[in-house]
């Protein structure tokens, strides 16, 4: 028998969960394909821009912490320094929170089958009309939305790899950060001692030369790790996240905990890539490059791009247009909603970090590259710091 759907999300993480919602709210028949069973582990800070709690609803069962402020541990002698966060941020378990937005795009009337890994796409002539899954099964769409994170099989399978990258002399790695992190279990009462409402930031060329590490507090657990641009790492992952668990500045924070998972991951935090469309076909979130590239920060821009794409692609299937030009539309969408936000990082991290990266002296390089990092934070901070009051005075 023939499957054929309005619209195919595959992946259900933040941008897939939030497509497949938005879609079956505009009418669309709706399937997501995720390749694990939820709820699943995903490797995340799991730190949510509050936007994405008030917008979405999210019950307090699902939010573990709530972070005001950021504290930076800066060499040479590892002070704390205290920032504000404006808007604040909320601290969760991915296992759990992008289970309950799956739930949600469920509860639209969207289908979910877990355990499905997408293999490849259908493509008629420029068309993109459907999936294949590695079982083999053909299941046809008029819109495919891929939203299956920063190695996106189904944006490379659509060409868009070879526009985004082979095209300006790039490869997919150089785009890339690798992360390696733990989650270590820590009793509530030394975390409230020790993090109060914060979260905390590492620099340094020791610890993390050209990147950084974190730790988030949550209820019980520390998600702990450390991130460097992937393709300029001299030293296996695992060894800087050895060396950054065992540095005083990690150690003071640390001790005492018990590590239950090590896992590692990659994130794009270069840029974000266009176009994200062609016929049939929305590309959303990580597997468009969709994080910021200051603060790897993505679940905020997944969930509105994914927001975006489901809107357009109900739309399509409305209007019986499933062309790029009907589809352009998203790009225009989540331009509008998140574009300058990302813009904006775009410049600052080009300024700061990207500058650095480009230098030939590789001591220099190190030296700078720390400074480059709060900078840019900071830079960024304050950005949504005017962002904030802008839209309060706005709404009052
Ligand atoms: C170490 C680390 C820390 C981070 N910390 C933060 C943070 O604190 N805050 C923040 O906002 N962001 C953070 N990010 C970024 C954030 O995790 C991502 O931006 C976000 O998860 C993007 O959501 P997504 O839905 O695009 O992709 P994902 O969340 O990666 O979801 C993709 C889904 O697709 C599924 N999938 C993949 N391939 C297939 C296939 N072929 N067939 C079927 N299913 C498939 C996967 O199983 C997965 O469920 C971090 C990233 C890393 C690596």
């Not at 939030?18 to 009418?27: D, P, S, V, W």
């Not at 209820?219 to 668990?245: C, H, T």
């Not at 065992?246 to 991951?265: D, S």
């Amino acid at each position: 028998m023939v499957q054929k759907y309005d619209v195919v999300v595959v992946g259900a993480g933040p941008a897939g969960s939030m497509a497949a919602m938005k879609a079956a709210e505009g009418g669309a028949h709706t399937l997501i394909l995720e390749k694990q069973r939820l709820p699943r582990f995903k490797l995340c800070g799991g730190n949510v821009a509050n936007w994405v709690v008030l917008k979405l609803n999210i019950p307090q069962n699902v939010l573990d912490r709530k972070y005001t402020s950021i504290t930076f541990c800066t060499p040479p002698k590892y002070e704390k320094q205290n920032f504000p966060v404006p808007g604040a941020y909320w601290g969760v378990y991915r296992d759990r929170f992008d289970y309950h937005l799956a739930k949600m795009a469920v509860g639209a009337g969207a289908e979910l089958k877990e355990g499905v890994h997408v293999n490849d796409v259908i493509v008629e002539g420029r068309s993109v009309k459907g999936v294949v899954t590695s079982e083999g099964e053909k299941i046809f769409a008029d819109v495919v939305i891929a939203c299956d994170g920063a190695y996106s099989r189904i944006a490379k399978k659509c060409g868009f790899w070879d526009r985004w990258f082979k095209e300006r002399g790039e490869t997919w790695l150089d785009n890339m950060g690798f992360c390696m992190g733990v989650e270590m279990e820590m009793d509530n009462d030394t975390i409230e001692e020790r993090f109060g409402d914060s979260y905390v930031i590492f620099t340094g060329k020791d610890i993390a030369p050209l990147g950084y590490g974190w730790i988030f507090p949550k209820d019980g657990m520390l998600s702990v790790g450390v991130g460097s641009a992937a393709g300029m790492m001299n030293r296996k992952p695992s060894e800087y996240l050895e060396y950054f668990m065992r540095h005083p500045a990690a150690a003071q924070f640390l001790e005492g905990g018990e590590v239950m998972l090590r896992r590692g991951a990659f994130v794009p935090y270069r840029r974000f890539f266009t176009p994200s469309y062609s016929t049939g076909i929305l590309v959303a979130g990580d597997a468009a490059g969709m994080v910021s590239p200051v603060t790897g920060e993505g679940i905020f821009f997944a969930v509105r791009a994914g927001m975006d794409a489901g809107i357009t692609a109900a739309e399509a299937v409305q209007s019986k247009d499933f062309s790029a030009a009907f589809l352009s539309k998203y790009e225009e969408r989540w331009m509008n909603s998140i574009g300058h936000n990302l813009g904006f990082q775009a410049q600052v991290f080009e300024e700061t970090i990207g500058k650095i990266l480009k230098m030939e002296d590789k001591l220099v390089q190190e030296e700078q590259y720390e400074k480059g990092v709060i900078e840019a934070f900071l830079k960024y901070i304050a950005y949504v710091a005017e962002y904030s009051t802008k839209k309060s005075k706005k709404t009052t």
